[in-house]
């Protein structure tokens, strides 16, 4: 089993900064790309920023420039620093990871349970 437990998620005001982990635990072999997602209410759910196991990253064009993630392979881990929110950034953020799975080797695509982040004054 595979599990991603997301964290950081809150209330900050416009302008303001959150950074938001994912850790992933359980029968990891290996893991691929790992990513953040976000749904705002009404919506679908859309890509926020990917990064592979050799630090390529991708960014929606909504949040480049404000927006940084970044990895920790050592610790199974991804972060999105946000700097600069917009009350347009409010959505709940998903975790995204693939993952390759200890003693079968397949590949799978895992969520998290996702996190708020409220952009208000």
């Known amino acids: 089993q595979v599990q991603l437990v997301e964290s950081g998620g809150g209330l900050v005001q416009p302008g303001g900064s959150l950074r938001l982990s994912c850790a992933a635990s359980?029968?990891?072999?290996?893991?691929?790309?790992m990513g953040w997602y976000r749904q705002a209410p009404g919506k679908q759910r859309e890509l926020v920023a990917t990064?592979?196991?050799?630090?390529?990253?991708n960014y929606a064009d909504s949040v480049k420039g404000r927006f940084t993630i970044s990895r920790d392979n050592a610790k199974n881990t991804v972060y999105l620093q946000m700097n600069s929110l917009k009350p347009e950034d409010t959505a709940v953020y998903y975790c995204?990871?693939?993952?390759?799975?200890?003693?079968?080797?397949?590949?799978?695509?895992?969520w998290g349970q996702g996190t708020q982040v409220t952009v208000s004054s």
């Open positions: 995204n990871s693939e993952i390759k799975v200890k003693w079968t080797y397949r590949q799978y695509r895992y």
């Open positions: 359980g029968s990891i072999f290996s893991i691929n790309s």
């Open positions: 990064i592979t196991n050799g630090g390529i990253t």
